[in-house]
């Protein structure tokens, strides 16, 4: 059996193409063509997926789909996303238009979701019970394997771990979701930048502010060469994020009683810098059953999200066949 994982991104798409041992045959990075409108940009991936059939005649090809933002995975439809800008979606029936153009009727499912599955059968080998894994960049997801299986709730959307509340939503920092106090707001890469520009402000002759100063675009690494440098404002800056992250954290494995997190996605480069953080708030729980056996991981494969749908798209259709 061959798998194929979509994973669409506002800029771009992701496409891995792998069978039942792990092997990886094919994999691109497509730029997210806005020019041909929904119909078009489906046309693209409908048409990559006929040629892996075209090439694998006698294998059975199952495709799964990670989309950014609200999903209802039972209908395959994005209900919701504010990144991607196509004029022409509203509802957008991803599975049903694929399965019009390649006779496949795909797996589709948030992105954060998929990279979960990924994580868990590539890094983690199935190893764990419970596991949540929290993506960190310009947004914050999170995917749950809960029982050693993927857990997506009763409308597809389990796993918003960046729009749980950790500040009073009335006067809390604002995210892009258009709410406040959302964890998001304190971590993702928007929420960095905005609390970097306010050290930047209090501190102008320290080695992040002469740093952010001399570089036309922000980018988060800036934080962490700073750090590297020893600077204290940028250490200052990651040990509130970690800080945040802790307290969310804290919250799920209250909920949830996790054995496993693992954090993965851009932000996840500079954990050196923010785990001890976390781990503390984690620490001072009062309650400390459920974190004395829990396991904090880092992944930092880019591609997670593509291996996790290709992988999963072949775990579903293995799942369908025993039915």
């Known amino acids: 059996m061959i ?37 078009g940009f489906i046309a693209q991936i409908g048409d990559y997926i006929n040629a892996i059939q075209q090439e694998f005649p006698d ?7 990670g989309a950014p933002g609200d999903v209802d995975n039972q209908k395959g439809i994005l209900r919701y996303n504010p990144n991607l800008k196509f004029k022409d979606i509203a509802d957008w029936p991803i599975a049903q ?13 948030n992105d954060a979701t998929l990279a979960a599955w990924g994580v868990y059968e590539s890094d983690l080998k199935r190893h764990g019970t419970n ?12 995917g749950l394997i ?5 857990y997506q709730g009763s409308n597809g959307t389990a796993g918003e771990i960046g729009h749980t509340k950790i500040a009073d939503i009335a006067t809390g920092p604002l995210c892009g979701c258009g709410a406040r106090g959302c964890l998001e707001a304190f971590i993702g890469t928007i929420g960095i ?51 945040y ?16 997190v693992v954090i993965t996605g851009g932000v996840s480069g ?47 259709a293995h799942k369908d066949n025993e039915k």
């Open 97 to 109: 238009m694929l399965h019009k153009h390649t006779g496949i009727l795909p797996c589709v499912a």
């Open 59 to 65: 294998q059975r090809v199952a495709v799964a789909v």
């Open 245 to 260: 992250l802790g307290i969310g954290l804290a919250n799920l494995v209250l909920v949830l009683d996790i054995d496993t």
């Open 270 to 316: 500079a954990a050196q810098y923010f785990l001890p953080a976390a781990k503390r708030v984690l620490a001072s729980q009062q309650i400390q059953t459920p974190f004395k056996r829990l396991k904090i991981l880092v992944s930092q494969n880019p591609n997670i999200g593509g291996v996790g749908a290709a992988m999963y798209a072949i775990y579903r």
């Open 131 to 142: 596991v949540l894994v929290v993506t960190l960049g310009t947004g914050v997801g999170g």
């Open 3 to 39: 798998g194929v994982g979509v994973d669409i991104g506002g800029t771009f798409v992701k496409l891995f193409v792998m069978n039942e041992h792990g092997e990886i045959f094919r994999q691109e990075k497509i730029e997210t063509d806005y020019s041909k409108g929904a119909k």
């Open 193 to 243: 930048k905005r609390r970097v520009m306010e050290a930047v402000m209090d501190y102008p002759d320290s080695v992040l502010a002469q740093m952010v100063n001399a570089e036309k675009d922000f980018k988060i690494e800036i934080v962490s060469r700073a750090a590297a440098k020893g600077c204290k404002t940028a250490l200052k800056v990651w040990e509130d994020t970690g800080h």
């Open 146 to 150: 809960l029982n050693k299986e993927l």
